[in-house]
């Protein structure tokens, strides 16, 4: 993936400041968990309401094998408002919805998961966006699970104004049918668009309800409007406001939600398999040497480069190669760590060290961790006026050792928010 640079790196600091909670590892304080106004990303502030799926514009499921239904199964929808709560009495179950496609506003996205939707609810009179889950056993567990955690989440922000919000969801002939509120686009669809990225967010996530997301990424970000406006952009030209032909766009509102919980899950001890999203993927993660919290920070320490250089900082797809680039941006990795790898990883290290590059796979892989400059020396091609503080934040946020990985709390008080900065 690749955008367009940013240039400035004032215009990110208020960006960072989502992101870096999300590695805080919870402060002993037995019986109360600690929530850091303002800026909590949670959900609604009440539980769901039940609603009938005719309240939605109908709208076809799929026609995939894997489902236990078929053209003479009795359609059932139930609706929850919690994942062990059955249908209060009385409650209907729905026949077949209509299917009038001129009510179907847009499909917003797909993906293995399934699909989403731009829907009407026509009894809160708004627009929404269901995700259907497809019929299949791991998925139907991931959207029980994600909606868990919303509604955990939402038991602790009354506001109901910082995360994606869950307004229902329902079992639909074996499709488990996820209800949110509208949002915009997500930070990667706007910036794969885009010509500027200028994002003041000043949203963050939080550990303190010791909940791990594990997959972080600009697609899993979005703004809560899609509404922008455009500037001139004078970037390698000279030209007047008036002459100028190429505009950036700018958000009109700053404010993001986090989507997709599916993947998230409770911190528990020895947790060693695979989580996140490759180009966001810890080292530790990779290593087989377990995860916790700290992994979200590394995440969100890749996602802030992504943003601040255009382009994803690991663009790898085999674990040796992602660990060489690890290496050529940040240093060498603690031999700690590499002795400790597990049966699956070993295989990468050689005496002591990363079996790099004799392990290669090709020259081609070669040269593609040869051509990757050093933090300090990237970061600096595209900021300026807070370079210095930027590199010292993001050097905290992408430490190997996830037990010397900047906290949220240390992070949030780093001299990148803190400091004055000058404006361009």
Not at 193 to 199: A, E, I, M, V
Not at 306 to 318: D, M, N, R, V
Not at 386 to 410: C, F, V
């Amino acid at each position: 993936m690749h955008y367009t640079t940013l240039d400035g790196g004032e215009h990110i600091r208020a960006l960072v400041l989502w992101s870096i909670v999300v590695g805080h590892q919870p402060e002993p304080e037995p019986e109360q968990h600690i929530l850091i106004s303002p800026i909590l990303l949670f959900v609604s502030r009440e539980t769901p309401q039940k609603i009938s799926l005719g309240s939605f514009i109908g709208f076809p499921i799929c026609s995939c094998s894997a489902c236990d239904h078929g053209d003479g199964a009795r359609d059932r929808v139930s609706s929850h408002s919690s994942r062990s709560e059955a249908p209060k009495e009385g409650a209907s179950r729905l026949g077949r919805p209509s299917y009038r496609k001129d009510k179907i506003h847009s499909k917003m996205g797909e993906g293995t998961f399934g699909q989403v939707l731009e829907c009407w609810d026509r009894e809160r009179k708004e627009m929404v966006a269901v995700k259907i889950v497809r019929g299949i056993k791991k998925y139907r567990e991931a959207a029980m699970i994600e909606i868990d955690v919303l509604q955990q989440l939402g038991k602790h922000d009354r506001g109901g104004n910082r995360c994606v919000q869950l307004r229902n969801w329902f079992d639909y002939r074996n499709h488990i049918c996820i209800v949110f509120e509208k949002l915009g686009p997500s930070l990667y669809d706007f910036l794969r668009k885009n010509n500027y990225r200028s994002f003041p967010i000043d949203l963050v996530l939080m550990h303190d309800l010791r909940l791990i997301h594990t997959d972080l990424k600009p697609e899993n970000i979005l703004l809560v409007s899609s509404d922008y406006g455009k500037v001139p952009d004078y970037r390698g030209s000279s030209r007047s406001p008036r002459e100028s032909s190429h505009f950036k766009r700018v958000p009109n509102s700053s404010a993001i939600k986090v989507i997709d919980f599916g993947s998230t899950t409770y911190d528990r001890p020895d947790q060693t398999y695979i989580v996140s999203t490759r180009h966001y993927r810890a080292p530790e993660v990779i290593l087989g040497l377990g995860w916790s919290y700290p992994c979200d920070v590394w995440s969100i320490g890749c996602i802030l480069v992504e943003l601040c250089t255009g382009e994803a900082l690991f663009q790898t797809h085999e674990n040796l190669e992602h660990l060489a680039m690890m290496e050529r941006v940040l240093g060498p990795l603690p031999l700690h760590m590499l002795k400790r790898a597990d049966r699956h990883a070993d295989k990468y290290v050689r005496r002591g060290k990363l079996d790099w590059p004799e392990g290669a796979a090709s020259r081609e892989s070669v040269r593609a961790v040869m051509k990757l400059p050093r933090l300090p020396n990237l970061i600096m091609q595209h900021v300026d006026h807070s370079a210095g503080d930027l590199i010292h934040l993001l050097q905290g946020l992408l430490r190997y050792d996830p037990s010397e990985r900047l906290t949220a709390r240390a992070a949030l008080r780093h001299s990148f928010f803190t400091r004055e900065h000058p404006r361009r």
